[in-house]
């Protein structure tokens, strides 16, 4: 695919090939991955600027998300990845594997360091997800800071930079700039910006900024961070759509091959109906979110990875809230169990009466959770949110439609940023096309799964 920039990606291009420090703070699905790589095509082979790149991300979208972004774009199939993950063997393998970007996820972090102690090779690095950098206190950043000296370019992406407060900003600028804006110690960054808020005798619990501090540090570190808010992408369309590819693990890819080779061996492409159909890719979605029902309608979870995927998404929107639709009555069993044991702060509520949906137009709700069957008319939902995470699609391109109006119409002030998480090379990518086809999706579930079993056959 062609890529063609957006005014404010163009931007972001010529800041990131001229600026050898740079905070890109945009929001989630507006293309910062993009914008980085192709600054990295160019900084490594037209300008000679930058040998070794290292990306920092979530282990989710270490695992599939820059890999993926570049293969889909036509210029950027040049560079060459080495992920670096799994066991210390294969990280090291993947250490002295020949590439031009190394990514690994941030868990890792402080044994790379570790790893490389003086000779760290890494002349650019890039931390996706920057506001997971916030806390002054935290192993890996103080690793990154012991080697902050060898890195001759730096970029943080994220689209929330402070997403609990102020103090937030300090840690990620001094992997920046190491203390030239704000400070050379947290300390001295609280004692000048902010007053003690919460507290005891002996501790202080919160600080709260004083007068005029907001607006000083955000004027100090103007030039080195470009922050956007949604109203200033005035040339994007009012709704974007953001793949979210998701790697399933060594073990859940042989989990999935081995129940979809079954299923669609016992099947004949030549006799397969319309039922028939349904009812297998059925079972193949339930297989990428990561539980199937057994014959006696029990969920038997099969793995984490999308859920995984799910909870670092909920992560990268810092506290915005998401309209998230499911599938399968186990996904949002599934989905509300895993969002309890990330966070017992976020608020979480099933759509189910017109107080709900009250409620989340009136911002008292951090995720709403519904199925796009009974959300899809009628209801008003554009005042609580300009997110939407589809955990899971279904073949109705109807449902699907209506399902994303309750935000992306008449009355929405933002732009509206609709996520859908896929299980790279499964039928979670079937759905995906049909629906962007728009074509007569009975048509494209009985293509699909024809060249599923043919496949398997094969």
Known sequence: MKFTPHAYQRYCINRLLTDEALGLFLDMGLGKTVSTLSAVLDLKYNRFAVNKVLVIAPKKVSEATWQKEAKKWDHLHLLRFSTVLGSAAKRIRALNTAADIYVINRENVVWLVDYYKNAWPFDMVVIDESSSFKSHQAKRFKALTHVRPHIKRIVELTGTPAPNGLTDLWAQVFLLDQGERLEKRIGQYREKYFAPDQRNRERVFSYAPKPGAEEAIREKIADICVSMKAEDYLELPDLTTNVVPVALDDKAEKAYQKLEREMLLEVDDATIDAGSAAVLTNKLLQLCNGAVYDEHRQ???IH??????????????????ALVFYNFQHDL????????SKDSKLRVRRLKTAEDEDAWNRGEIDILLAHPASAAYGLN???GGNHIIWFSLNWSLELYQQAVKRLHRQGQKQKVINHILSVLGSADEDVAAALEDKSSTQDRLMEALKARIQKAHG
Do not use: H, S, W, Y
């Open 299 to 301: 969920a038997v979870e």
């Open 304 to 321: 984490t990875c999308k859920i995984e995927a799910f909870l670092e998404l909920v992560e990268g929107l810092n506290g915005k809230p």
């Open 333 to 340: 069993i599934r989905i509300e169990a895993a969002l309890k």
């Open 381 to 383: 939902l554009q005042d």
